[in-house]
């Protein structure tokens, strides 16, 4: 198949990132930043940079890759698809942009749509000529639905996910457990201080205040702020930012899953040692 070009004014055009790139360029590019710690480790999900090229054969469905493979090809090749040609060049710059720079592999995840719908086509065709490909390419839809919904859908019970190779598997499932025990454990640490004091965090104590990535953003709480319920914490930091800090209880899900807040400390700490302004610039953390 030889590539032409498009017909005259059939080209797409778009609106650039500029202001984007005009915040990232005020801020410092934290974005860049950002990137640099995920391959470091400082996600839950962060893999090493050469398991991003392997793991875009198993993101989708291992059955499927023939098919959003032809995608690409048609999008990169056929003349009467010129006009999504750019979703073509996206994929691989994106690919060699997010694996120089430690991605997690599933950011290219949303342009497979694209290339998937791209390549039903000389699929369809190919399946009309023989009865029995109709078959093979039905059963692997179905076991590619069935695979894909099992680790990626809530379909399997809270109370017996811990016992299955899916959290494993898929690090998210894990991370959608216990939230409720999480809000209730951190709201009953609200209740041991005393009405007159000060306390910040969410749902029932809000606002909440956080370092975590663009969270740090929104600044630290009032100067006048006299306790804090704290988490994701360690003792001795605590011990170094205030002057009293007890542990009020610690976070269970209910149904022995271990995933990051499964037995997470919840402190609440008062009489602050050091100021905001001082203290809030230790507390970032990009993940």
Known sequence: MSEAPCPRGSRQRGV?????LVWQVANGFPQLELSGA?????SGTSEPWY????????LVSPLLVPVWAL???RLARDPELCVWRA?????????????ATG???YYLAGLYP??????TTPVLAWVRSRAWRSVTVGAALVLSLAVSSVLMLPLVPTDRLAATPIVDINYDAGETVGWPQFTATVAAAGTTVPTSERVHYLPALRPAYSGHNAYWGWGPPPADTTAVIAVGFRQEELRSWFGRVELAGRVDNGVGLENDEQATPVWVARD????WAQLWPQLRRLG
């Open 38 to 42: 995920i391959p470091a480790g400082s």
């Open 87 to 99: 979703f073509a060049v996206a994929y691989v710059v994106l690919a060699v942009v997010f694996t």
């Open 114 to 119: 694209v290339l998937l719908a791209a390549g």
């Open 272 to 275: 602050q040692l050091v100021p």
């Open 103 to 105: 991605g997690k592999p």
């Open 71 to 73: 995608g690409w090809w």
């Open 16 to 20: 650039g990132s500029a202001p984007n």
């Open 51 to 58: 398991v991003f090229l392997p793991f875009q054969l198993i």
